[in-house]
């Protein structure tokens, strides 16, 4: 199986800051890389898929990047909806993984 | 609008059984791989199941194989999850979501249901 290491697992950012979170592969995932946003009580919202492409409605300050092993999800300047919690997901083989998470609050 | 509606869910006792539906509003159903996801309180996403867009091809997560059924029925729109022999490391929020990895091409979950407890516990 493919595991995702993401870090930071949590991070302290104020409004206007640029946060970067990494995620990890074990193996190459051939750039099936997402990452997801979940505020408290509600179901993940996908923010990025194919590892830097951007979902339709998403705000273009949040941005993807990287391939093979290792990605990056991007805020520039955060915005008071921004904080949640961040999930990368590699897509490219079955059991497909999530890493652990990324708490950025205030 | 396009959605996905969950229903089903609730308190099951340890070795009990529990079907999940979520049925797919708006968009062409028959079009999409589907997949489950489960979350533990406090806990990351895990991916349990997903089946491909004709209901051809199932993979399950280990910890769930032989235990959990995914199916599906184009005609009306609706994909199952249907829980057996569940036991107390099951209980968590169960989502649905369109996706899978069955196309020339993945999808990565860009549709979530509105998720739905299941709590197993005697």
């Known amino acids: 199986d493919i595991q995702m290491t993401q870090s930071p697992s949590a991070m302290s950012a104020s409004v206007g800051d640029t946060v970067t979170i990494t995620c990890r592969a074990t193996q190459d995932v051939n750039n099936y890389l997402a990452w997801f946003q979940q505020k408290p009580g509600k179901g993940p919202q996908r923010l990025i898929f194919?590892?830097?492409s951007l979902q339709n409605g998403v705000p273009p300050r949040f941005s993807g990047s990287g391939s093979g092993t290792e990605f990056t999800l991007t805020i520039s300047g955060l915005q008071p909806e921004d904080f949640a919690t961040y999930y990368c997901?590699?897509?490219?083989?079955?059991?497909?993984?999530f890493g652990q998470g990324t708490m950025v609050e205030v | 609008d396009e959605q996905l509606l969950q229903s089903g869910g609730g308190l099951v006792q340890p070795g009990g059984s529990l079907r999940l539906s979520c049925e797919a509003f708006?968009?062409?159903?028959?079009?999409?791989?589907m997949t489950w996801v489960r979350q533990f309180p406090g806990r990351g996403p895990e991916w349990v199941a997903s089946?491909?867009?004709?209901?051809?091809?199932?993979d399950y997560a280990e910890s769930v194989k032989g235990r959990f059924t995914m199916f599906r029925h184009s005609y009306n729109g609706m994909v199952y999850l249907q829980l057996n022999n569940v036991r107390a490391d099951d209980t968590g929020v169960y989502y649905c979501?369109?996706?899978?990895?069955?196309?020339?091409?993945?999808?990565?979950?860009?549709?979530w249901g509105q998720g739905t407890m299941v709590i197993v516990s005697s």
């Open positions: 979501a369109r996706g899978g990895g069955f196309a020339f091409t993945p999808i990565a979950l860009d549709m």
């Open positions: 997901l590699q897509y490219n083989n079955y059991p497909w993984t």
């Open positions: 194919g590892a830097s």
């Open positions: 089946m491909s867009d004709v209901g051809g091809a199932t």
């Open positions: 708006g968009f062409s159903f028959g079009a999409y791989d």
